[in-house]
T-cell receptor
Framework: DTGVSQNPRHKITKRGQNVTFRCDPISEHNRLYWYRQTLGQGPEFLTYFQNEAQLEKSRLLSDRFSAERPKGSFSTLEIQRTEQGDSAMYLCASSLSSGVKTQYFGPGTRLLVL | KNEVEQSPQNLTAQEGEFITINCSYS?????LHWLQQHPGGGIVSLFM???GKKKHGRLIATINIQEKHSSLHITASHPRDSAVYICAVRPPKVEGADGLTFGKGTHLIIQP
């Protein structure tokens, strides 16, 4: 297994457009997390899934944001009607839900909204 | 909401020096992570600990649950240790709550 992968790695879009990011977790990991990191700051939690169930959502996840994990494997994060303030690095991580729960991070998707 | 504070924010040291980065948090946790982030964004998990001390190579992490404080030490520092080191805490074991709360990171530069 090659670890957590994210696509695309970079995305430039115009304000008002919709964007979708994908995360493929480590195959045996049943938990998947989304975080957002703005320049010079630490990451902030957005949401996480256990299998296909979305168990927790941050207040940061406005109604323009939606995340899915339909089959309990890969996940998508969609941002509708993007705003310049959405420009950030979007990070995905995965872990087991029992035993050693270390979170393994993907390389991130860097979004720039013009 | 847990408040996670790291110090220092920036640290420049000479190769070979002993490095200490501190992390304090405001509310009880189930575990604390130390993460390393290199330019370009990739994050690597260094340690996850809930008590005591862990050691991996030249890295040592300690945690004091009563004082809500953790430290990351680097012995015999090397320029390749230059990175941002981030402390993150996991909430107590409550149904459905598992998102990490992160500090802002410590930007470490080791000069040759």
């Amino acid at each position: 297994d090659t670890g957590v992968s994210q696509n695309p790695r970079h995305k430039i879009t115009k304000r008002g457009q919709n964007v979708t990011f994908r995360c493929d977790p480590i195959s045996e990991h049943n938990r998947l997390y989304w975080y957002r990191q703005t320049l010079g700051q630490g990451p902030e939690f957005l949401t996480y899934f256990q299998n296909e169930a979305q168990l927790e959502k941050s207040r940061l996840l406005s109604d323009r944001f939606s995340a899915e994990r339909p089959k309990g494997s890969f996940s998508t994060l969609e941002i509708q009607r993007t705003e310049q303030g959405d420009s950030a690095m979007y990070l995905c991580a995965s872990s087991l839900s029992s035993g050693v729960k270390t979170q393994y991070f993907g390389p991130g998707t860097r979004l720039l909204v013009l | 909401k847990n408040e996670v504070e790291q110090s220092p924010q920036n640290l420049t040291a000479q190769e070979g020096e002993f490095i200490t980065i501190n992390c304090s948090y405001s509310v009880g946790i189930s575990a604390l992570h130390w993460l390393q982030q290199h330019p370009g964004g990739g994050i690597v998990s260094l340690f996850m600990l809930s008590s005591g001390k862990k050691k991996h190579g030249r890295l040592i992490a300690t945690i004091n649950i009563q004082e809500k404080h953790s430290s990351l030490h680097i012995t015999a520092s090397h320029p390749r240790d230059s990175a941002v080191y981030i402390c993150a805490v996991r909430p107590p074991k409550v149904e459905g709550a598992d998102g990490l709360t992160f500090g802002k990171g410590t930007h470490l530069i080791i000069q040759p």
